[in-house]
């Protein structure tokens, strides 16, 4: 699944991710102009700045709902600007991941570069396909219904026969719902589509390269459109890398591992730590924890909006907490307010990584990650798969990884299995030859492994690695002076690191 949190701003996403719908193959280029063959229009299309949201601006571009047919139906993406404040090296687009980021608000609430690059590159962000400003993906009408998925408990254990029956029913009517309230863009949320608009940007931008910086599934957005537009790519970071070369299950599994190595990391920063609630060496901690994780279920703490706590919301306000080293108090804050039977603080977290809003609604972030994960990916055939793979999941992070995936890989393997638009094509190779790309990768990021940034380095035809050692998820502009020096030596003036600096 996808890292959620940078969809929440910037906490970044996550469910699983990819998978596109009816999409065809893609329209052939014409070779003089690059403009894929009958889209000259739309290419050519003007766009006017509008002053929004305090000092920046705002406009809106029309593209196809489906790239493989120049006469379907017009979408719009919403785009905002926030403009150099030196002579400026052109425009850099952002995303925050998710899938299902908003890259808009990203922008907008000042996360997305330093301000080093903010100085000298007018930074772009938009919301992709589907998303939030732009053409929405629907699916559920009623926010209740969008709740009982993301919040409700089951008459049946985690992992039983009984589950998995009532998750299918579950997500059987989430998937009837978004095929009745999305209409065409359902079928054209893969991640190809996306970055076909990406390159629609750049061309109603005047620009001629596009130069890009995406975090987490943003880096598997800039991977793709490597692939399909190599003679298109300026400079381009990728912070928090996808290996594009796992399947859906595969990336779900060793998500999930990370998330038991950050929490081992947080663990041993809690024991040194006054107010600690575990005690012990460090395996004696680790244990103490998930047996208390275990006992959520049976416990059944009800917030004060009604919500009953279980294991796989605990698990998920602990996986956000687990997302930057600047929420670990709260994640003992959390335990200690669990143990005193007070489930607020977890739902509190949970909150964050699900999108939710303080007056109880949400905004479209389930759907969209479901959406584009279907549609990149293949899931599960049957029930009987599904246990599998959490069974393998069990077995590889067996600490607080195997609590998470109830929520999060889970609900996308079964919602995928019969999901009612067709997977899209998506590249198999990553190689195609473009400028140096910079691949920065954290060691111990949670939600999208180290060794993901060290594989996808590998694949790429021109790439180079930027090693964080540190805790937290993505590594660039958060305050490690190497990274940030590293990355904006690169986009600044060119600079492509000779070698890892390894910060």
């Not at 130069?211 to 790519?233: C, D, I, K, M, R």
Request: with cysteine.
């Amino acid at each position: 699944m996808m890292p959620r949190p940078l969809r929440a701003m910037v906490a970044a996403t996550a469910l699983v991710m990819l998978v596109s719908g009816c999409t065809g193959a893609p329209a052939p280029s014409n070779t003089e102009s690059g403009i894929p063959a009958g889209f000259e229009s739309i290419y050519e299309q003007q766009v006017f700045w509008n002053p929004c949201n305090d000092g920046f601006d705002c406009t809106t571009v029309s593209a196809p709902v489906d790239w493989s047919d120049p006469e379907s139906d017009r979408i719009q993406l919403a785009v905002v600007r926030q403009e150099s404040t030196n002579t400026t090296k052109g425009s850099l687009l952002t995303n925050p991941g998710g899938p299902g980021g908003s890259g808009f608000d990203f922008v907008s609430f000042g996360y997305a570069v330093t301000p080093a690059a903010k100085a000298d590159y007018d930074v772009i962000g938009w919301d992709p396909r589907g998303v939030g400003r732009s053409t929405r993906v629907t699916c559920f009408t009623d926010q209740k219904d969008t709740e009982e998925i993301l919040y409700g408990t089951f008459d049946d254990p985690y992992e039983s026969s009984g589950w998995l029956d009532e998750s299918a029913a579950r997500d059987q009517r989430f998937a009837d719902a978004c095929s009745a309230n999305s209409g065409e863009l359902l079928a054209h949320m893969d991640t190809v589509s996306t970055a076909r608009d990406m390159d629609l940007i750049r061309a109603v931008l005047a620009s001629d390269k596009l130069n890009y910086v995406g975090y987490s599934w943003g880096t598997y957005l800039g991977t793709v459109y490597a692939q399909l537009f190599p003679q298109n790519v300026g400079v381009m970071v990728l912070d928090g890398a996808y290996d594009p070369s796992l399947s859906g299950f595969e990336l779900s599994q060793q998500r999930m591992v990370g998330f038991d190595l950050a929490f081992r990391s947080y663990m041993q920063a809690c024991l040194d730590a006054e107010g600690c609630p575990f005690t012990g060496d460090i395996a004696e901690a680790l244990g103490q924890a998930t047996d208390l994780i275990a006992t959520a279920d049976d416990s059944a703490l009800v917030n004060t909006d009604g919500r009953v706590l279980d294991t796989a919301t605990l698990a998920t306000g602990i996986s956000n907490s687990l997302y930057y080293q600047s929420y670990w108090d709260g994640l003992t804050k959390l335990f200690t307010a669990f143990i005193a039977r007070d489930p607020a603080p977890a739902f509190e977290a949970a909150d964050n990584y699900n999108g939710r809003f303080a007056d109880g609604s949400y905004g479209n972030g389930l759907e969209v990650t479901v959406s584009v994960a279907c549609l990149d990916y293949n899931f599960a055939a049957d029930q009987v798969a599904t246990r599998d793979r959490l069974a393998q999941i069990d077995a590889a992070a067996p600490i607080i990884g195997t609590f998470i995936a109830r929520d999060d890989f889970a609900v996308v393997d079964i919602a995928c299995r019969n999901w009612p638009v067709s997977s899209a094509t998506l590249p198999t190779t990553w190689d195609a030859a473009t400028p140096p790309i910079v691949v920065v990768g954290t060691t111990r990021d949670p939600a999208t492994p180290y060794v993901w940034s060290q594989a996808l380095v590998k694949q790429l035809s021109n790439a180079v690695l930027v090693t964080r050692d540190g805790d937290g998820h993505t590594g660039y502009n958060k305050g490690n002076t190497c990274v940030d020096s590293t990355v904006d030596a690169y986009l600044l003036d060119g600079v492509v690191p000779a070698s890892d600096p390894n910060c």
